[in-house]
């Protein structure tokens, strides 16, 4: 194209004097994403801001005036990288852990404090049934417990082969050696029970309470199989001692996942997609804190209740780690951002 | 190619393309990653965690010579469990928001109201791909242990899960259940490299081309031809040089990429220009 023709903007020029900017933002950017806003001199840092916003109005520019798509494609790249970092994670990953065991975990806890009611009447109402069912007729308890799952711990058991199940006998069925396996197990399974239990939430909340209705139920059977033969007290040193944090556990999980349940039915003034998001982060933070219960309460299953028979010891750990968690979530404290 | 097909092409693209304005007032456009891409990255992240989780196990073999069993199956049991949940979670923490994976394919996880991306929603859309992964094998694994339960039970479950498992197929944004729950979105993050300008160049030796030689494409294929010359394949630029001189009726009098380049920074300039007068010709089937 001959001179004269030219317009007296061109594309090229545009380019040719904004394109040292990208580059240095480009490197910028390299950097803080290898080692970190650490590594950036105050200089960079002030840079920073600044080229974000030439890159982007470069972008704007180019969007309106050139047709190159490498062109293009290359700034609508950077602009996204560039926005992301500038306008994303501002915290080290030390301080959001320091921040959640201090502050959110107990706060999400509690903004869930009448799901956490609900379900733990729902856990109680199974157990309940249950426990009147079959001690009215033992028949009833092949209904509800598995016959892998109780391992001859049925009604037709003697006292003494119940008495060994609870750790006081000789025989404990042959298992010491693997108490590491055992709690891993355990641990593994209550979990995945514990995620499922949040996660069917979405589905208005009715798989959950059917979960946990049922992880009542088992409960309820064993205690009247145990208490009709005169163990009874035994066997709740047996539950209690990781049965506080477990259960507790379990029904915040169904809490966190019932909360859900609430949101898409009940959406209120939002729309049903952003109420599920809204409770889903609320959630998400009560399901991290359940986790981590499930493997305290997978150490005092596999090894503490093992290893500690004096039921009245198992009682008092139980019972210490239950005032432990409600003082943990529900004593308010100073700095809250409830 | 019709006129028809072109724009079909260009609604279909377009229709990945998400509206996410900065605080600055710049629409970044960002598109949402296909479900394709989102497969190739679970996958990638789940053959690196089973490799480490070997690697872990050889390791602890070679340091106490010979594993009992049960520490082999503690490791694998406990090891599973917490670097599924803490793989995902921790590399969607950091500042890329990818895992591995995803890093391969070029996507990332962003939230979807344009604000920061909350370690809770990643811990939320994380947790939920427990269910979604689990639950169909749960359904088959229950069908197989229990004899009263008949085909069509299982049947049923196994298609209610995977309705749950396959979400992102039947919405248009690609949310898995996940993603709904979090408020996120997954979306295209990959690198283009600047290339270097070629339509500003030397003069000499470039062919001139009259209005109406130029008059007869538009965008679409402008930069079609783009690619075709950074491509630099001599064969896909015979064929395009030989389409283009057929079109405006030139003879075959010089090198093909002569002929390309010069066409192309003409065409180039001239569509330039109706843009800033306002005009955008999409292809060459829309009107001057």
């Keep these: 194209m001959s001179a004269p023709e030219l317009p007296s903007f061109s594309t090229g020029r545009f380019r040719a004097e904004r394109e040292a900017d990208w580059i240095a933002f480009d490197l910028l950017l390299t950097k803080l994403e290898k080692r970190g806003a650490k590594a950036l001199t105050s200089d960079e840092l002030l840079q920073l801001p600044i080229l974000y916003r030439a890159t982007l109005s470069s972008l704007s520019i180019a969007r309106a005036t050139s047709l190159d798509k490498a062109l293009l494609d290359h700034l609508e790249a950077l602009s996204i990288r560039g926005y992301f970092l500038v306008y994303g994670v501002r915290e080290t990953r030390w301080s959001r852990i320091r921040r959640f065991v201090l502050y959110d975990w107990p706060a999400a806890v509690r903004a869930v404090w009448k799901e956490t009611l609900i379900i733990s009447l729902v856990i109680i109402l199974g157990a309940l049934t249950s426990w009147s069912l079959v001690a009215h007729n033992p028949e009833w308890y092949y209904n509800f417990v598995d016959e892998s799952m109780s391992g001859g711990r049925d009604p037709r058991a003697t006292v003494e082969f119940l008495r060994s199940t609870l750790g006081h006998g000789k025989d404990g069925g042959g298992e010491e050696s693997g108490l590491h396996v055992f709690a891993t197990f355990l641990f593994t399974h209550n979990s995945r029970v514990s995620i499922m239990s949040f996660a069917l939430g979405f589905a208005f909340g009715v798989p959950t309470m059917m979960l946990e209705y049922y992880q009542g139920i088992g409960l309820g059977a064993m205690l009247a199989v145990f208490s009709s033969k005169g163990l009874g007290l035994d066997f709740g040193g047996w539950l209690f001692i990781h049965g506080t944090t477990e259960l507790f556990a379990a029904a915040l999980s169904g809490a966190a996942g019932l909360r859900i349940g609430a949101a898409v039915v009940f959406p209120g003034a939002r729309s049903r997609l952003e109420a599920a998001a809204d409770a889903g982060k609320t959630a998400g933070k009560v399901m991290v804190g359940v986790i981590l219960m499930l493997l305290v309460a997978g150490l005092l299953e596999g090894f503490g209740r093992q290893l500690i028979t004096d039921t009245m010891l198992r009682y008092g750990i139980g019972t210490v780690m239950l005032l432990f968690w409600l003082g943990y979530y529900y004593i308010p404290r100073r700095g809250d951002v409830a | ?288």
């Design chain 2, 1 to 288: 190619m019709t006129a028809a097909t072109n724009t079909r092409m260009r609604n279909a693209s377009a229709k990945k393309v998400r509206e996410f304005v900065t605080p600055e007032g710049v629409d970044l456009q960002l598109r949402i990653a296909s479900s394709g891409l989102r497969l190739g990255a679970l996958i990638v992240d789940l053959l690196v965690i089973t490799v480490t989780l070997f690697v872990f196990n050889l390791l602890v073999d070679w340091i106490s010579h010979a594993t009992p069993r049960d520490i082999a199956f503690m490791i694998w049991m406990l090891g599973a469990f917490v670097l599924r949940t803490f793989w995902f979670i921790g590399f969607e923490l950091g500042s890329r928001a990818a895992t591995p994976g995803k890093r391969l394919m070029g996507i990332r996880v962003v939230a979807r109201n344009g604000g920061r991306l909350t370690a809770d929603a990643v811990v939320a859309r994380n947790l939920i791909r427990e269910l979604e992964l689990f639950l169909p094998l749960m359904m088959l694994g229950v069908g197989a242990a229990e004899d009263m339960v008949s085909g069509w039970t299982v049947l049923a479950g196994v298609i209610w899960s995977l309705t749950l498992s396959l979400f992102l197929l039947f919405n248009r944004d690609r949310m898995r259940m996940g993603d709904l729950i979090a408020g996120t979105w997954v979306v295209m993050a990959q690198r283009a490299k600047l290339d270097s300008d070629i339509a500003t160049a030397d003069e000499a030796g470039a062919m001139q081309f009259s209005d109406a030689e130029l008059s007869v494409y538009g965008i679409f294929e402008l930069q079609e031809l783009e690619r075709i010359l950074r491509g630099r394949d001599p064969r896909a630029m015979r064929e395009v040089a030989d389409t283009i001189r057929a079109k405006i009726g030139r003879p075959v009098a010089e090198e093909d990429d002569v002929f390309l380049l010069s066409y192309y920074r003409q065409l180039k300039a001239r569509l330039e220009r109706g843009l800033l007068f306002g005009k955008r010709r999409e292809d060459k089937y829309a009107s001057e």
